[in-house]
T-cell receptor, first 112, second 110 residues
């Protein structure tokens, strides 16, 4: 997963708490993505950013906000965490118009 | 019905076996297909991608798309214990977003 870093690696929250997941890349790719992965559901797109300054909703955006801070960084915020947001969150990057997406190592989030 | 359907497995095979992993898809609008491999507690990594129909080979791996039946397959020849992982198929849509299947867990027994 070289080139895409995610922090933190693990997090436990209580219901109603907020937190921000951070993603940074050093591959100079335009597009950045946030996915969640749940057992039996595969990877589902939460939000994506095709370029700096733009963000769009994916398949499951409710309960999340994002910020594309600059070309390198794309953060995902949970304003009021719910147990249904317990999941593994992956950040991915890609070149505009290209096929491949590179994934980070993931953040394991548990909401109690 | 999910756009990309995949049998979750697990699929357990002996070392050296030929493995066949399959997905079906429902939307024919844009036909880039990918196979990702995901080791336990790691992020997915791209194995292969194909466009439209036909075969694509890379070493021990062959990806196949059958447009008429909307079927995507990944074949692994001479499977190794190091191939044990979850394999995710995905379809890329016209906005270059990926739609994933749920993944098939493969175990190759020594």
């Amino acid at each position: 997963n070289a080139g895409v870093t995610q922090t933190p690696k693990f997090q436990v929250l209580k219901t109603g708490q907020s937190m921000t997941l951070q993603c940074a890349q050093d591959m100079n790719h335009n597009s950045m993505y946030w996915y969640r992965q749940d057992p039996g559901m595969g990877l589902r797109l939460i939000y994506y950013s095709a370029s700096e300054g733009t963000t769009d909703k994916g398949e499951v955006p409710n309960g999340y906000n994002v910020s594309r801070l600059n070309k390198r960084e794309f953060s995902l915020r949970l304003e009021s965490a719910a147990p249904s947001q317990t999941s593994v969150y992956f950040c991915a990057i890609g070149l505009a118009g290209a096929n491949e997406q590179f994934f980070g190592p993931g953040t394991r989030l548990t909401v109690l | 019905q999910k756009e990309v359907e995949q049998d979750p497995g697990p699929l357990s095979v002996p070392e050296g076996a030929i493995v066949s992993l399959n997905c079906t898809y429902s939307n024919s609008a844009f036909q880039y297909f990918m196979w990702y491999r995901q080791y336990s507690r790691k992020g997915p990594e791209l194995l292969m991608y194909t466009y439209s129909s036909g075969n694509k080979e890379d070493g021990r791996f062959t990806a196949q798309v059958d447009k008429s039946s909307k079927y995507i397959s990944l074949f692994i020849r001479d499977s190794q214990p190091s191939d044990s992982a979850t394999y995710l198929c995905a379809r890329m849509d016209s906005s270059y977003k990926l739609i994933f299947g749920s993944g098939t867990r493969l175990l190759v027994r020594p």
